[in-house]
């Protein structure tokens, strides 16, 4: 069945270094979004990507949508202790969505 | 975007017991989801809930032990039934916009002692 794997599971930053997180799916997707999760909190959507090749930006973060519509990336430059989470991304398909094991951050100041 | 209310926002429950919890959306919505999440861990699907129709469960999930109601276009329940300490988790409910993005609710933590 459909899988969308993220990696790493976790990542520890001092704050200012960057920090990427990677989606893979085992199909491909009609659109991929990824929502950040704060700790004690609840998803919050960030983003949606729909084109093949689409790279999106946020301030400090950048989003990519992989030429095949299989992978997707978050990139956060400079990070900060605000950026403090869990990033999961969401792939598409048919309506129905797949989330990712997620990529918990931690920041250290 | 969506603003949503969920009750309780969380609840100590003895086995055997079931809870319902409510979510509530400012706005009418067609599609809303269920969710549980185990601490550190991914979102796992439970089942749609559809105005007018019975909801739709994922595989693992039974009506039996999770029915679902849906009222109208802004509210929704869950009931959690014969609850074991294995229920134990977080239960989020979400809404889905015209343009697929999902709003997630606050969540309710429920422990089953």
């Known amino acids: 069945g459909q899988q969308v794997m993220q990696i790493p599971q976790y990542q520890h930053v001092q704050e200012g270094e960057d920090f990427t997180t990677y989606c893979n799916s085992s199909?491909?997707?009609?659109?991929i979004q990824w929502y950040k999760q704060r700790p004690g909190g609840h998803p919050v959507f960030l983003i949606q990507?729909?084109?093949?090749?689409e790279v999106k930006k946020q301030k400090r973060l950048t989003f990519q949508f992989g030429e095949a519509k299989k992978n997707s990336s978050l990139h956060i430059t400079a990070t900060q202790t605000t950026d403090v989470g869990t990033y999961f991304c969401?792939?598409?398909?048919?309506?129905?969505?797949?989330f990712g094991s997620g990529t918990k951050l931690n920041v250290k100041p | 975007s969506a603003v949503i209310s969920q009750k309780p926002s969380r609840d100590i429950c003895q086995r055997g017991t079931s809870l319902t919890i409510q979510c509530q959306v400012d706005?009418?919505?067609?599609?809303m989801f269920w969710y549980r999440q185990q601490p550190g861990q991914s979102l796992t699907l439970i089942a749609t809930?559809?105005?007018?129709?019975?909801?739709?469960?994922e595989s693992g999930f039974v009506i039996d032990k999770f029915p679902i109601s849906r009222p109208n276009l802004t509210f929704s329940t869950l009931t959690v039934s014969n609850m074991s300490p294995e229920d134990s988790s977080i239960y989020l409910c979400s809404v889905e916009t015209a343009d697929y993005e999902q709003y997630f609710g606050p969540g309710t933590r429920l422990t089953v002692t």
């Open positions: 706005s009418q919505v067609t599609m």
């Open positions: 199909t491909t997707l009609s659109n």
């Open positions: 990507l729909v084109k093949s090749g």
């Open positions: 809930a559809n105005q007018g129709s019975e909801a739709t469960y």
């Open positions: 969401a792939g598409i398909n048919f309506n129905k969505f797949y």
